[in-house]
C-alpha cells in the first residue's frame, strides 16, 4: 500500500470513529432524566389542626368516656382506703389482720395498673384523633400541590414571634421558658417566604372542610398571632381527587 492510500485508509477511521463518539454522546444525553425546576409551597399544619372543630368534638367525647372510667377508680381507691382504717381495729398478729392487709395491697396493686392502662389507652385514642386529622391535612395538601404544580410543600409556622412573657407560678420556670423559646426560634425552617405567592393553608383548610363540614367550627379560634393567608390562587371545585 502506498503512503498516500495508507493516509486516505486512516483518515477514514479517524471520521468514522468520530462520528461513532458522537452518536454514543447523543444517545447518552438523550437518556438522562430532564431536570424538572423545583417549585416549594408552605402549609401551616398547625393552624390547619388549630381549626377543626371535629377534634374538639371527638375529644370532648373521649374525655367524658374515660373521665368515667378514672371516676370509678377512685371510687374504688376510697374503698380500699377504709379497708386500711380497718386495720387499725385489728390485732397486728391475728388472721383477721393479714387477710385485710392482703386484700388492701392486692386491691390498691389491681387499681394502680387499670389506672395505668386506662391512661395509656386514653392517650392512645387522643393520638388517634390527631393522626386521623393530620392524614386528612396531608391529603388535601398533595391535592391542593398537585393542582398548582408543586413539588416540595414545608410544614411552616405562620405564628408572628412573642415579645410578652406570661406570668408564672415559679421563678425556676423562667429558665425553662426561655430555652424553649430560643428552641422554637431555631427549629423554624421557613424564615421567610412571599405567603402570598406559596400559602396554601387557606387552600387546604378550605378543603378540608369541604370534604367534611363537620370541621367547620362554629366559634372563631384564630391562633392568636396568626393570620389566614390570601393567596393569589384560588382552587375552588378546579381541584381534582
Known sequence: MTKAKCLVVLGAVAIGMTLAYSVIAQNSASTQPKRVPASVALVDIRYILSQNGAIDQQTAQLNEKYAKM?????KERQEVAKLRDLLASYDRNSDKYRETEQMMLSRSSD??????????EWTEEQMRI???????ALTQTERVARHFGMTIVLNYDRQKLSDTVPLLPNPQQYEMYMQQYMQFLGTR???WADQKAVDLTALVLGEIQKADPSTIRKTDTTVKNGTTANPAARVGNQVQP
Do not use: E, P
Not at 378514672?70 to 377512685?74: C, E, G, P
Not at 390527631?130 to 386528612?136: D, E, I, S
Open 189 to 191: 425552617t421557613v424564615v
Open 111 to 120: 387499681i394502680s395498673s387499670r389506672q395505668m392502662l386506662i391512661v395509656k
Open 70 to 74: 378514672i371516676q370509678d377508680a377512685d
Open 130 to 136: 390527631l393522626n386521623q386529622a393530620y392524614n386528612k
